[in-house]
């Protein structure tokens, strides 16, 4: 059974504040190794479940947070950016299951932790076909397309609900409770990578119950960003439009030439981030 595991850092165990997840900051260095714990109690936990090949990506801001040093040698790690697939780079249709490990909840969730989607500063809202969406919706379409169904999220109890509203009684392990944006009850690493561990080889155990997330085609994306400099931007790829000044869309027929298509856009609108906001 081959497994992928695209691995974000807001949703790790003890994270609760922007300089936990910031390289430079002091407090990151110390959050890398807790983010790496988490990820290695789910490799743990699928090697348990009768995984026989794990790939991780890395899905967080530069995407070289994990310290390969220290991670489990039974799995193989995608590292580094730019990725064309961004957090999803590396998914095909040889793998069996997907694990989300260390996400968060979508921008605007009440008491999530750090939640925002994607580019905090720069995007206010994403939908696709009409519903808001965060990063566990945009990885799990990515999965989908491949028929990879997503079968394990890790973070707090705010993106645990939103995964299990949008796929269903797939597993999680909520590792801290958000009580504000930067505040959470959070557990021991050494309770959190145990939960980890369990969750990921009850989902593997469960494999042949969960379904690839396939939204409908034709397939409508909407972002509303932040700056009207940024919309601006992304109107220069053909396909997109302006629905006002912070608002783009666009139609793709083909879920996954959409999922591209949307990171392209944000990756060209990011070069060009208004130096007032970002």
Not at 50 to 76: D, T
Request: aromatic share 8%; with cysteine; glycine share 8%.
């Amino acid at each position: 059974m081959r497994v992928y595991i695209s691995a974000d850092m807001e949703g790790t165990s003890g994270i609760t504040g922007p300089d936990d997840v910031s390289p430079g900051k002091p407090a990151y260095e110390r959050f890398r190794k807790l983010l790496t714990k988490d990820v290695n109690a789910a490799i743990e936990g699928a090697i348990k479940g009768g995984a026989s090949q794990i790939l991780v990506n890395e899905a967080h801001n530069g995407m070289r947070n994990i310290l390969i040093e220290e991670l489990n040698p039974k799995a193989e790690m995608i590292s580094g950016f730019t990725k064309p697939l961004c957090m999803m780079e590396g998914i095909d249709n040889s793998f069996d299951a997907v694990f989300l490990v260390a996400y968060h909840a979508m921008a605007g969730t009440e008491a999530a932790i750090l939640n925002h989607t994607l580019w905090g500063k720069e995007i206010l809202n994403i939908r696709v076909n009409d519903r808001p969406v965060g990063e566990t919706a945009l990885s799990s379409m990515a999965a989908g397309y491949f028929d990879a169904p997503v079968v394990l999220v890790t973070g707090d109890d705010k993106v645990a609900k939103e995964a299990k509203d949008l796929l269903g009684d797939i597993e999680t392990a909520v590792v801290k409770e958000g009580i504000d944006r930067y505040v959470a009850k959070c557990l021991t690493p050494e309770e959190s990578a145990k939960r980890i561990r369990e969750a990921a080889e009850r989902a593997l155990g469960r494999v042949k119950e969960f379904k690839p997330y396939k939204p409908r085609t034709p397939i409508r994306f909407e972002v509303d960003f932040v700056s009207t400099a940024i919309a601006a931007t992304a109107t220069l790829i053909p396909g997109i439009k302006k629905e006002n000044p912070r608002t783009i869309s666009f139609t793709s027929e083909d879920v996954f030439e959409g999922y591209k298509e949307l990171f392209a856009a944000l990756l060209l609108a990011n070069t060009s981030a208004d130096p007032i906001f970002g």
